[in-house]
Every structure is written in C-alpha cells, then in structure tokens.
C-alpha cells in the first residue's frame, strides 16, 4: 500500500505541474499544450531540470534561474496540495475507481481555487469541462441516488437514478446560486455573484449529487464568511466592495466533501 500512496503523490505532483500551467495560461487565454514552460517575467524557456515540481522551487530558492525573478508561492503549493490530496484518496480508498472519480475532481476543484483566488476568474474549461466529466463518472460509477429513487421507476437501475442525481443537483444547486446572485444584483444593483461560480456549482453537483452538494454550499459559505471578515478586518476593506473569491471557499468546502464525503454523507462512489 505504501508504494501505491507514493506512486500517487508523485502523479500529484505532477498533475499539480501541469495545474500551474492551467491556473496561469488558462485566464489569459493562451494554450496549455505550447509554448512549454516558461518564465512570466524574462519569458525564457525553463529547461527540464528547472522544472521538476517542488524539487526546482527548492533547490532555485525560489527565484528564476535566468533573469532572478521570484517564483510565486503559488507554484509548489498547487504541486503539494495536489500531491497530498492524490495520497489521501489513495490511502483512503487504494487504486479503485473511486479513487480515479475523486482525483479528477479534486485536480478540477484546486485549480478552480487557485485561479479564482489569483484572477478572480473560474475558467470555463474546467468548470464546463468538470461538467462532462461529473456526468460520465456519475453513470459510470453510480452514487446514491435518494432522491432519484423517490422520482423515477426502480427497474431503471441505479445508473440512471445516478445520473439523475448529478442533473437534479446541477439544476437546484446551480439554479438557486444563480437565484441569490440575481436578485442581490436587483437590490443593490452590484453584481454579488458571477456566472463562474453558478457553473462551479453546477459541476459540483454533477461529481456530488443533490446531497453533497447542498453540504458543499453551507460548508463553503461558513469559510467564505469567517475568511471573509477576517480578510475586510486585516486589510481595512470597505465590507460593501471588497470582491471575495467566493469560488475559492466553495472549492475548499466541495474538496472536504469529495475526499471525506462518504464518512459524512454517506454517499456510495466516494473514495470509502
């Protein structure tokens, strides 16, 4: 089992790579696939050597080896928590299914996070790509389906009551987000709430279900208001302006869910 874990945390580390290049390039509008690697601020090309994840950050100090330039602190910590996040799913489930459904979701959620909380922006190639992807997992590897059951024949099997789940849920959740956010926009005439987060939480729903995903929405609004006040009490923001990265919080609060979601929901294709 420890090689497993290992072997995940190193594929971790590399997915997280491979996140840096998404969370930079992605709000941008550039290609992930070319040009390769390179420095933001001289845009010289980092050699492979440079470029191996957490090692280089280390062993460079921090700093490009070309023009000095420092490396954000964001570059090894998607690399560390991508990797950690692979070995505890591993380690919780081993090299299943469930594992593969919660690896994907996890990478989709983190570099959600991480962009939103650098640009303000949830990218629609992973927010609508995470959509696909929730929909083919939730077919593939049925989850419980309360509701569904309630709703639709028995002898329809538990693959459809699965995907119906993930549509109920996309619909409810993200409908209801988009709800909040349209009519706090016609009462205070400031948008509170943008399309990307009513996509997250649609992609959400689909990896999740009805279930998880209203757990998802209380747990990231209770970190996004303890975060949240305390950011505006640190950094002496005006509590009527100041833009949270909302996506962020409903990031960390899904990733909770997702890796520890069948020990608090109960919910079948998790990684328990």
Partial sequence: MVV????????GLLIGSF??????????????VSPGSYCPKCETPIRWYENIPLVSFLFLRGR???CGAAIGWRYPAVEFVTAATFALVVWKAGVTPAALKSCVFSTLLIGLIFSDLEELILPDELTLGGIGAGLVFSFGLPMDSFFMRLLLPAEWGARVHSLGESLLAMLVAAGSLWLVGEVYYRVRKVEGLGLGDVKMVAMIGSFLGLHGTLFTLILGS???SVVGLALVVLLRKDARTYELPFGSFLGV???ITGVWGPALLRWPGGPV
């Fill in 222 to 224: 209770v970190i996004g």
């Fill in 253 to 255: 609060g899904a990733l």
């Fill in 64 to 66: 490009c080896a070309h």
């Fill in 4 to 11: 497993e874990i290992v072997a995940a945390a190193v594929l």
């Fill in 19 to 32: 996140l840096n290049v998404c969370i930079y390039r992605l709000p941008r509008d550039l290609s992930v």
